[in-house]
């Protein structure tokens, strides 16, 4: 087992979840959130404590949710000692720490991250909240778990859907941050996809330290965190038009920041087909067909445009990238043309 810490944030790696009970605090009253299809896998922690339970999926991931869980905390007469616990995937994560966070002005809350994706990702860091009028996170806050718990147990029941879409923000991170990463997973994807342990647990670690280290600098996301959002701003466009689940979006939208990086000079070709030909050994999409004008009108509305400017995370080769502030009608010009581009 290994942890990591930020900002109050004890994050543990390889830790059973039979173990739970050393880590929460004893003076408080634990209720667990969780979603129906987590429930069913982990009976024994949800009978132990007084537990909501939402309905999975994105779908779900709203207002209506949050205001579930408040409605049974007034009901089980929850006060500011109560810790919440969320039991699940990113999407638990996501809306048992934006409703802890809100409730009487904010709850202790921890995570047991029980997909690749909320290990290696939504549960590290402190960005909780729900989507909102068909736009992702638009309503959340920033507030750290103080407690993480990542058992890679909890992976062998995960489908292999889910289970592949984690590797997206897992390469989404090698690429802002680790050259050497990305070289790993290329020369053991197989055994990644096979769930081998110490396999996984090397790269759930490494992606942590990434996405631990950038938050640790820029907790409320004034510069270096924008980092995180590689390949997003096209993802969360791709969500909103395509039947996709989050990583799978996250792995387009990756292959579309590095086609830009390569139109504007910073990528070369090989680097980009390194990128593509990852992503499609660890069996993720790297291409969706959704018109370039239905993405940029999704893109209009995403909470990293200021005005008639977005934030775009840009590769530049593999394991560094940069933020550049591109006009939306630039962005959509590049994103329909199909040679390098010089920008002065
Ligand atoms: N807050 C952040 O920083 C952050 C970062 C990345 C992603 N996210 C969010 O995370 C969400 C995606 O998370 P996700 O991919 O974990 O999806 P998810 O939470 O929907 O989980 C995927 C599915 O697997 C099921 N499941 C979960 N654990 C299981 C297990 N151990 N065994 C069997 N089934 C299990 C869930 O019920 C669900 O049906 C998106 O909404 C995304 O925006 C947030
Ligand atoms: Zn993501």
Known sequence: MREIYLHGSRILIGEDVANIHKYLPSSRVVVVVTDSNVR???????DAFPTIEIEPGEPNKTLAAISYITS???RMEADRTTFILGV???IVCDVAGFAASIFMRGLPFGFVATTLLSQ???SVGGKNGVNYEGYKNMLGVFAQPQLVICDPQSLETLP???FVAGFAEIVKAAMIADASLFAYIEQNAEKALQKDRQTIAHIVYEAVKIKAGIVAEDERERGE???LNLGHTFAHAIEKNAALMHGEAVSVG???AAHLAVMLKLMSDSEQKRVETLLQRLTLPTAVDVPNAALCAAMRKDKKKSGTAIHVVLPVGIGRCEVREMSLAALSYLMSVDKTVVIL
């Open 160 to 162: 292999q859907r889910e």
């Open 88 to 90: 699940g995937g990113g």
């Open 120 to 122: 290696v990702d939504a």
């Open 40 to 46: 069913k896998r982990y009976g024994a922690l949800c």
């Open 225 to 227: 965190r924008r980092k």
């Open 254 to 256: 990756l292959c579309k």
């Open 72 to 74: 049974e905390l007034v």
